[in-house]
């Protein structure tokens, strides 16, 4: 089992910043690539952002490419979402995941081995 908890959601005008954590715990967390996902009301949940088990590959929607960057530091079991540049459009609960596949490509909703909790995020104009 992998638990999931993201932090780090909050209120911010538009043109400003935040940083998503996303704390991992439980066996072999650390073998997972992991995935932000978000979803805002009415909407799907989508696709944000992938990092590799090694941190070494990445991969965002075209959405928040060049405004958005997923890191993660293996040592502290953590996944991070640096957000910048942030849009109305951006306003979401934010989800961190454990992508169970072997996949190179974009985390598919059916990929996810575990979920956290979710952090809301909302973007003012």
């Known amino acids: 089992q992998v638990q999931l908890v993201e932090s780090g959601g909050g209120l911010v005008q538009a043109g400003g910043s935040l940083r998503l954590s996303c704390a991992a715990s439980?066996?072999?967390?650390?073998?997972?690539?992991m995935t932000w996902f978000r979803q805002a009301p009415g909407k799907e949940r989508e696709f944000v952002a992938k990092?590799?088990?090694?941190?070494?590959?990445?991969s965002h929607a075209g959405s928040v490419k060049g405004r958005f960057t997923i890191s993660r530091d293996n040592a502290k079991n953590t996944v991070y979402l640096q957000m910048n540049s942030l849009k109305p459009e951006d306003s979401a609960v934010y989800y961190c995941?454990?992508?169970?596949?072997?996949?190179?490509?974009?985390?598919?909703?059916?990929?996810?081995?575990?979920w956290g909790q979710g952090t809301q995020v909302t973007v003012s104009s």
């Open positions: 439980g066996r072999a967390s650390s073998s997972y690539a």
């Open positions: 990092i590799s088990r090694s941190g070494g590959s990445t």
């Open positions: 995941a454990a992508d169970g596949s072997s996949s190179l490509g974009r985390t598919l909703i059916s990929d996810v081995a575990y």
